[in-house]
């Protein structure tokens, strides 16, 4: 209230009547008329607007709406305001120019045969009445339906100020734990006496909640566990459980990374996956716990007992998704968690010799027992490669040439294991690599020029560019560049400099074709016995050239395709078909992308293009199946 | 005479001065002076004009602010018995100020005198001054609802009579303060009551009405709200014990005196606050409905006791996918019936429990059906024709409220569309359209006992019907502005309503008359609901504040703590009268003490401790998921039911 000029309103301007008076076709309106004019329309708009409220408040509504004005019009005897229907709040535009400022309705010319032969939009969902339990006897039930009794708010500010929590009265926090009245009041006189920080105390149900949920979590019961991770992706209310669960986590992993069980580490991470995805939880507090557990599944040396045969590299990069995952939501200016975290990959990377000498001596001057294994060089490569390509710049291609001497030494060597591990390495190097030097490096691509600069690794990684380069961008010319979602190192993060890519495309304009890449990825160390089932990604996307794409991807959705295998320069209308392992988290995601059509490319046959998108991961009724990476590790659980 | 003739006389100066001569000659035939009083016009120069502006004041700008000012200095200085009270006179003062500095065509000063002094009126009217500060014009008054409210009618203002000799003696005192003597005059009703002046708490407890406290004599009427005595019901196997339970309970929250009358005497008629049983003509109980009655004393019988120790579990409802279009509901009396009233103009009608809702056999098949069969209700219902949900479509406009009537065969609608629709909920059609309100119908309930049903508009109106008349039997006209909700009194002969003036009002159905105003709401009053025992009406508002009120005396009870931060648009009280829920936009679900809330305030202090001990009564909040509460319902057996839409925060 105190402010004078917002308590007691504010009036329309002149200048607005004179706008108002011009695009009704009076040029000239004087002073007088537009001062008597506005002072009037003033007082009678917040008559209706007054009356509009009355309508707003009995319609049980916080926010005024336009039919509020159409009957507080009605019942001043005016006409409604007929085909003012807005679905946004607020549907006018702002312009300025020649030093006047206006406010107005953006009124778009619609092709009415374009409404016509558009398919008929979705009918609504009707109302349907659905009951829950908003309280037992007085005590509000943790089920999803129930708000969460501590916010992630709340949360958030527990961990940022601690101390907040203890200006609190102690059995506020009451509603969320399934004790009756009299023992929570006997509680709180309790606390009064004993000195607690922090309770864990967990109540019987909640102890009995844990035990079962961390039973199925890693027990061998499909089944159970898809319900249990589903109940930890979901439900609200586990934030005093968390502590427990964390350590159950981080001890889980220190034991079972001793003991090489994939399997259990691969739940032990779909854990960790699921409580990420949980939208009432903050994790901030426990990410000490966390974080080890997770890189540890990414760099350790050894996870499985027979790494020439299990898909430990699954894990690894499920891991390395999980840590990007990490970094995004909590990575801040004071915990500098991304930085830490590169550090961390950055230095399993580094070799002893290297950082004296970037040529480096030979490999044989170095003890088999001094190196980085294979694997471990592996998950780094990875947990870099999830970060971005700004870190894949920074981290791992100036490491190329010792990394390719690396890969080159193993696989000219004996080792059925360190081979695989090589190949495998070699193979997500020039995946990650690829669309980075692409990016840096200008055409033509010389064999000669990569091996030089690149050494071992150059020939291929320029065959990996040359591919890049020609797949999406030479087929149609002028073309927008087909993006596979997600994955960061395949994304098209800037404007490329390459000339012929999109070199006519300008700065304001975004010119979008539609291409469709279809990419394939092998797994990277087909099992013997199973083969993994295909995935199909299917994706197109509108390039904005002025638009610098985040580096780090967008996380739940995440893709895996190592090389992209068939190119076709189809110009489908939209449909972009992901789907998402997401090994540890929720059911499989299908994202459609509407790519809006151009119309100066009309001669473009616009062929659609069916698109079979296999479900790599379904969970429901039919008994889910463990996603594909994992699939040749079930027999182990 | 010659006191009386000075102005006049210095007018003829003047017009002489000038040389009017015709105008001259008019007046003074007008005002028949002789000629020997025009002779002696000699008045000096300077005295002329005192004498003239002096008739001016009154619209001279500058005596506003300088004499508002005074006024508030003098109220601030004076002692703290008389402070408070003489406070209330600020709002109206200044208010008509305004008004007045409006109709002299002084907008500037007004609104320089607005800016000035509207911050230091009470938050209460600060609503009031947005909307009376859109008025700039002396056109803009007429027509303005709030400002022709305050121009028509009288302010009310209780004071002392020390207060008000104190304010006297100031005004006799004062120079420039014929502007405020003047508005007292003409727009402000001081009451002076005998006895000390009161305080704060106990003046800011019955502020807040468009136009103050309501006169002491208004509330004088005897107001029987003693319930009726219930009609024996002979379906019962064992309807001794159950209808013991039922009639002492409700006086459960009275005074000890009162239910221990009740204890003694097994026969409630000696209530000597109940009315007769025929005040009021009540249908006779039908077949059928005595089985329902039967069914709600056996129901009742099983009915979970309430208090602080034992509260109720709450069923919440929530309707999907409707956004914001879902903007009324009720639940019947046996809790089986939910009815949903949509802002499309539509309603729709669930069933809670699986008994499928049935509609009845066309006219054809109903001639074929035996009338004299024990089972001709079910024999009468289409077979095949079930449904979890019906709508019922005819309204067309924004329906504000649905009701079920006591014996769950008929509905009650009302509409922005002005009217109000009868509907079966046998043959799932409209029967009857009650025109009548002029404007947009707010609310409609129907009576205890059936039969009748009030409701309440736009047009300041709350009316009192019968199903089968088509014309209101009893208009209630009191109101300044919107009579925003209503509701019937248990005993049936009473009705309440709340408006957007911040009073409720206690109507007489058998006289139709007045019978008490209570102010002291400070927003928007929303809905009300009167105790099981008849004798107390909460009421909630748009700013989330609740009260509680007194029947006998027309005072408030309890203003209870804001715990609410939306307004509350559902308000219902436990069977057995033990515990009061509100339920909120603010998507909150509050559970009140109303034991500790009737218990704390005998009759002789009401006013005297209203401030401590309040968080008390407030017994468990509970958060929705983003679904603001639009209903809230207990059943016979004490469990809570509350409605609301699930909002998404897009």
Not at chain 1, 123 to 131: K, T
Not at chain 1, 150 to 170: G, H, R, T, Y
Not at chain 2, 11 to 25: C, G, H, M
Request: glycine content about 6%.
């Amino acid at each position: 209230m105190g402010d004078s000029e917002l308590a007691y309103g504010s009036s329309l301007t002149l200048d607005s009547m004179k706008v108002i008076a011009e695009s009704v076709g009076i040029a000239t309106l004087g002073d007088d008329a537009a001062k008597e004019l506005a002072d009037d329309v003033t007082y009678r708009l917040k008559v209706i607007v007054q009356d509009a409220m009355k309508f707003m408040h009995h319609s049980k509504r916080q926010k005024l709406s336009i039919t509020d004005i159409d009957h507080a019009l009605k019942i001043k005897n005016n006409e409604c305001q007929y085909g003012f229907i807005q679905p946004d709040s607020l549907p006018f535009r702002f312009a300025s120019g020649g030093g006047r400022e206006l406010h107005f309705i953006e009124e778009k010319e619609i092709d009415l045969s374009e409404i016509l032969s558009a398919p008929p939009p979705k009918v609504p969902l009707d109302v349907s009445v659905r009951a829950h339990w908003l309280s037992v006897d007085g005590v509000q039930p943790t089920v999803p339906e129930n708000p969460p009794p501590l916010s992630k708010e709340a949360q958030k500010l527990e961990s940022v100020d601690p101390i907040s929590k203890l200006s609190k009265p102690s059995n506020k926090d009451s509603a969320g734990k399934p004790i009756c009245g009299k023992a929570a009041r006997l509680k709180a006189s309790e606390s009064v006496h004993v000195k607690q920080l922090a309770t864990h105390e967990l109540s019987v149900e909640q102890q009995l909640y844990y035990k079962e949920i961390t039973e199925a979590c890693v027990g061998s019961d499909e089944t159970r566990r898809a319900e249990a991770l589903q109940s930890l992706a979901c439900d609200p209310g586990l934030h005093e459980m968390l502590p427990r669960m964390c350590t159950f986590i981080s001890e889980g992993v220190k034991v079972n990374v001793v003991q090489n069980n994939l399997a259990l580490l691969i739940y032990l991470m779909r854990m960790v996956k699921a409580l990420l995805d949980n939208q009432s939880l903050y994790l901030e507090k426990y990410l000490h716990e966390l974080i080890p557990s997770v890189s540890t599944c990414i760099v350790s040396r050894q996870l499985c007992l027979r790494p020439e045969m299990d898909n430990h590299w699954a894990l690894r990069d499920f891991a390395a998704r999980l840590m990007a995952q990490i970094c995004k939501t909590f990575n801040t200016s004071t915990n500098n968690l991304q930085t830490r975290v590169t550090r961390l990959f950055a230095k399993a990377l580094q070799c002893p010799s290297q950082t004296n000498n970037e040529t480096g001596p030979s490999m044989a001057s170095m003890k088999e027992s001094e190196k980085t294994p294979l694997a471990s060089l592996y998950g780094a490569v990875q947990g870099l490669a999830e970060l971005g390509p700004e870190v894949v710049k920074v981290f791992i291609l100036p490491r190329v040439r010792w990394l390719g001497e690396r890969v080159e030494g193993a696989l000219s060597g004996i080792g059925g294991a360190d081979r695989l591990a090589a190949g495998n390495l070699k193979h997500q190097l020039l995946k990650v690599l690829a669309p980075v030097v692409r990016q840096l490096r200008q055409p033509p691509d010389q064999p000669e020029d990569y091996k030089r600069d690149f050494g071992y690794l150059g020939p291929s990684l320029q065959q990996a560019v040359s591919k890049i380069r020609s797949s999406p961008s030479c087929s149609t010319a002028g073309g927008a560049v087909a993006v596979v979602t997600c994955t960061p190192p395949l994304l098209p993060t800037a404007p490329s400099p390459s000339p012929s890519n999109i070199s006519h495309t300008t700065k304001t304009e975004t010119v979008t074709t539609r291409n469709l890449v279809i990419a394939s990825s092998t797994p990277q160390s087909p099992a013997p016995s199973t083969p993994p089932p295909q995935k199909f990604v299917i994706v197109a996307s509108q390039q904005k050239p002025t638009q610098i794409q985040s580096s780090s991807g967008t996380g739940h959705i995440v893709v895996h395709s190592s090389q992209p295998t068939i190119v076709r320069s189809q110009n489908v209308q939209s449909v972009v078909v992901t789907s998402g392992p997401a090994p540890g988290g929720a059911a499989q995601k299908v994202m459609v992308v509407g790519v809006q059509p151009q119309h100066n490319q009309g001669q473009v046959s616009q062929a659609p293009v069916s698109v079979v998108a296999k479900p790599v991961f379904a969970r429901g009724g039919g008994g889910p199946q463990p996603p594909p990476e994992l699939d040749d590790l079930s027999h182990l659980a | 005479m010659s006191e009386k003739s000075t102005p006049l006389l210095a007018v003829l100066q003047l017009l002489r001065k000038y040389n009017l001569k015709s105008t001259e000659d008019i007046l003074r035939k007008e005002a028949s002076l002789g000629d020997v009083e025009c002779e002696s016009l000699d008045l000096p120069e300077v005295e002329l004009a005192s004498i003239l502006t002096a008739h001016h004041t009154e619209s001279d700008p500058f005596t506003y602010e300088l004499a508002y000012d005074g006024l508030k200095k003098f109220i601030e200085n004076s002692l703290d018995l008389y402070k408070y009270e003489l406070s209330t006179l600020l709002y109206p003062v200044f208010v008509h100020m305004y008004l007045l500095l409006i109709l002299y065509d002084h907008v500037e000063h007004a609104v320089s005198f607005l800016e000035k002094f509207g911050i230091e009126q009470e938050d209460y009217y600060q609503e009031d001054l947005k909307k009376l500060s859109i008025v700039k014009h002396k056109d803009q008054i007429k027509g303005n609802e709030l400002a022709e409210i305050y121009s028509t009618n009288k302010f009310t203002v209780q004071l002392s009579r020390d207060a008000s000799s104190q304010l006297k003696r100031y005004l006799h005192e004062q120079k420039n303060s014929s502007v405020i003597i003047n508005i007292i005059n003409n727009h402000i009703q001081i009451e002076v009551h005998d006895g000390p002046g009161r305080t704060q708490a106990q003046v800011r407890a019955t502020a807040g009405g468009v136009l103050g406290e309501p006169m002491k004599s208004e509330n004088r009427t005897k107001v029987y709200y003693g319930l009726l005595k219930e009609p024996d019901i002979q379906v019962l196997p064992a309807p001794v014990e159950d209808e013991e339970e039922v009639e002492e309970t409700p006086d459960k929250p009275k005074k000890k005196k009162a239910k221990k009358d009740n204890l003694f005497m097994k026969k409630p008629k000696s209530d000597p606050n109940a009315p007769p049983n025929d005040r009021i003509p009540l249908p006779d109980l039908k077949e059928i409905d005595k089985v329902e009655k039967g069914k709600a004393l056996r129901e009742a019988s099983k009915r979970v006791q309430l208090g602080p120790d034992s509260l109720p579990s709450i069923c919440f409802y929530t309707l999907l996918n409707s956004g914001h279009t879902a903007i009324s509901c009720d639940i019947c009396d046996d809790s089986t019936l939910l009815a949903v009233g949509f802002n499309n103009s539509n309603i729709k009608v669930w069933t809670l429990t699986p008994i499928k809702l049935r509609g009845m056999k066309s006219a054809e098949k109903l001639q074929d059906i035996d009338r004299e069969a024990g089972d001709v209700l079910v024999r009468m219902m289409e077979e095949k024709d079930r449904d979890t949900c019906r709508n019922l479509f005819g309204h067309s406009g924004p329906v504000y409220k649905v009701a079920f009537d006591p014996f769950k065969t008929m509905l009650l609608s009302c509409s922005e569309d002005t009217t109000v629709r009868l509907w079966s909920l046998q043959c799932w059609t409209c029967l009857v359209v009650y025109r009548g309100h002029v404007w947009p119908v707010w609310d409609v309930r129907w009576s205890p006992h059936g039969h009748y049903f009030a409701s309440s508009g736009h047009d300041r109106t709350a009316r009192l019907w019968a199903t089968d008349h088509h014309l209101p039997l009893r208009i209630f006209i009191g109101h300044y502005s919107d009579v925003d909700c209503i509701q019937f009194h248990p005993n049936s002969n009473y009705i309440a309503t709340g408006s957007s003036d911040r009073t409720v009002r206690l109507w007489d159905c058998l006289t139709g008359s007045q019978v008490r105003i209570m102010t002291g709401h400070k927003s928007t009053i929303f809905t009300l609901a009167f105790s099981v025992c008849g004798r107390w009406i909460a009421s909630g508002g748009s700013g989330g504040d609740m009260m509680v009120w007194d029947l006998s005396t027309g005072g408030p009870a309890a203003s209870l703590p804001p715990a609410h931060t939306a307004p509350i648009h559902a308000l219902a009280f436990s069977r057995d009268g033990t515990v009061l829920s509100s339920g909120s936009l603010d998507c909150t679900i509050k559970l009140w003490d109303f034991t500790a809330i009737t218990d704390e305030s005998p009759i002789e202090e009401t006013l005297n401790n209203l401030i401590p001990k309040e968080d008390k009564y407030l017994l468990q909040s509970f958060a929705t998921k983003s679904s603001p509460v639009k209903g809230l319902h207990f059943t016979r057996r004490n469990l809570l039911l509350a409605v609301g839409t699930y909002e998404s925060s897009a």
